[in-house]
Nanobody, 119 residues
Framework: QVQLVESGGGLVQAGGSLRLSCAASGSTFSINAMGWYRQAPGKFRELVASISSESSTNYADSVKGRFTISRDNAKDTVYLQMNSLKPEDTAVYYC?????????????WGQGTQVTVSS
């Protein structure tokens, strides 16, 4: 089992920046990829960014050039640096960890952290 705890959300004006953190605990040795998803009111949850165990990254088109995902394997933590924030970035942001298929391939989710961008 893997537990994920997010932090760093809040209220920011358009054009501002926030840094989200997600600390993993438990069977962290089983984690392969990690990522950030978001869900705005009335919308489906969508991928924001992901990072593999080899630090290969993938971004949604809407955040490319503005957001940066990184991970510190020594601290079992993944980060999302969000710059040039827009009101449409407002959502609950969720951390996700994908378990390596060798250990079962489960997906784990954090409890979510609210990001609100005012215009």
């Amino acid at each position: 089992q893997v537990q994920l705890v997010e932090s760093g959300g809040g209220l920011v004006q358009a054009g501002g920046s926030l840094r989200l953190s997600c600390a993993a605990s438990g069977s962290t040795f089983s984690i392969n990829a990690m990522g950030w998803y978001r869900q705005a009111p009335g919308k489906f949850r969508e991928l924001v960014a992901s990072i593999s165990s080899e630090s290969s990254t993938n971004y949604a088109d809407s955040v490319k050039g503005r957001f940066t995902i990184s991970r510190d394997n020594a601290k079992d933590t993944v980060y999302l640096q969000m710059n040039s924030l827009k009101p449409e970035d407002t959502a609950v942001y969720y951390c996700m960890a994908e378990e390596d298929s060798y250990y079962g391939g489960s997906y784990y989710w954090g409890q979510g952290t609210q990001v609100t961008v005012s215009s």
